[in-house]
């Protein structure tokens, strides 16, 4: 069974005419999600209803990142506290992604997952490219507070982690289709975000 209700504006979120909110529901009602989502090549293919088979890149850097405390903060905010503080954090990421040209694999949680030289030719910056991204991604979440309604809660803090070489990437399911980088340059670039301070 379905209820309705009557909504007025003051029910919904406003719709900024600059926001990234809106910016982000135009693209996905005009179908350019896909090219937000998978790389360029990944989303023409899916677009034209073809499968797509697992590519090997043989040099790449994988950045990796996670909150410090995350289970923590998480039992000491709402959930919604939480949802709040992640898209601070990942707005400043994806503003990052465009500076360095870094491809955003994806997110789970609090861990956020980037490369280079897998969509474009970077052969000879990939690594000083995630390094600067690093280094801005520390400093970006260094100024995210973590609950915006209590600035005593703090800032957020990061750990990062990252790697050079091989990887095989794929879209792995057809209902909710995931893009992953698979082979052992991903995980160590996790065991060193896992093993830093």
């Given at each position: ?7 007025t ?7 900024l ?14 179908g350019?999600?896909?090219?937000k ?31 410090v ?36 694999v ?31 991604a ?13 600035p ?34 991903v ?11």
């Amino acid at each position: 069974d379905m209820i309705f209700g009557e909504m007025t504006a003051n029910d919904t979120e406003p719709l900024l005419e600059d926001s990234p909110n809106l910016r982000l529901r135009t693209q996905v009602a005009q179908g350019d999600m896909l090219y937000k989502v998978f790389p360029k090549a990944v989303a023409d293919k899916l677009k034209a209803g073809q499968k797509v088979e697992p590519e090997t890149h043989n040099n790449v850097t994988i950045f990796f990142s996670d909150i410090v405390r995350f289970t923590d903060i998480s039992r000491a905010l709402s959930p919604v506290k939480v949802c709040n503080m992640l898209d601070r954090l990942y707005l400043a990421f994806d503003a990052l992604t465009t500076k360095h040209d870094v491809f955003k694999v994806e997110t789970i949680g609090d861990a956020w997952m980037g490369v280079a030289n897998l969509e474009n030719d970077q052969k000879e910056t990939h690594a000083k490219r995630i390094a600067l991204f690093a280094i801005d991604a520390v400093a970006a979440a260094s100024r995210i507070l973590i609950d915006e309604d209590d600035p005593d809660a703090g800032y957020v803090h990061i750990r990062v982690g990252l790697h050079s070489g091989a990887v095989v990437s794929n879209v792995i399911g057809s209902l909710n289709p995931r893009y992953g980088l698979f082979g052992d340059t991903v995980n160590t670039a996790s065991r060193m975000e896992s093993l830093s301070l």
